[in-house]
Nanobody, 123 residues
Framework: QVQLVESGGGLVQAGDSLRLSCVAS????????LAWFRQNPGKEREFVGV?????GVANFAKGRFTISRDNAKATVYLQMNSLKPEDTAVYYC???????????????????WGQGTQVTVSS
């Protein structure tokens, strides 16, 4: 079992940058697949990026967002550049300790979730 804590959200203007962090408890962090999702009220949780055996970001994030991890610090990062108002959402860190045999972009593939951090982008 792992506990996840996100940080780094806030209120920014369009075109600004933010780096979100997710710190995991325990010393087995490197064994997990880590992902970022985002969600607005009334909408489905949306895939943002994943890092592990499968690594990549969603189409809307290509060229703007980068996912990375530091196993020594048990931390996964989401660097977000050129932010747009439509990026406004609660951003969640997720982890899976098992091999994902379906889709790494599906929220159902992840058993562990952080509490979320709010990102608000004004025009």
């Amino acid at each position: 079992q792992v506990q996840l804590v996100e940080s780094g959200g806030g209120l920014v203007q369009a075109g600004d940058s933010l780096r979100l962090s997710c710190v995991a408890s325990g010393d087995t962090f490197r064994r997990y697949t880590l992902a970022w999702f985002r969600q607005n009220p009334g909408k489905e949780r949306e895939f943002v990026g994943v890092i592990g055996k499968s690594t990549g970001v969603a189409n809307f994030a290509k060229g703007r967002f980068t996912i990375s991890r530091d196993n020594a610090k048990a931390t996964v990062y989401l660097q977000m550049n050129s932010l747009k108002p439509e990026d406004t959402a609660v951003y969640y860190c997720a982890a899976s300790s098992t091999v994902i045999t379906s889709s790494t972009t599906s929220s159902t593939a992840y058993a562990y979730w952080g509490q979320g951090t709010q990102v608000t982008v004004s025009s």
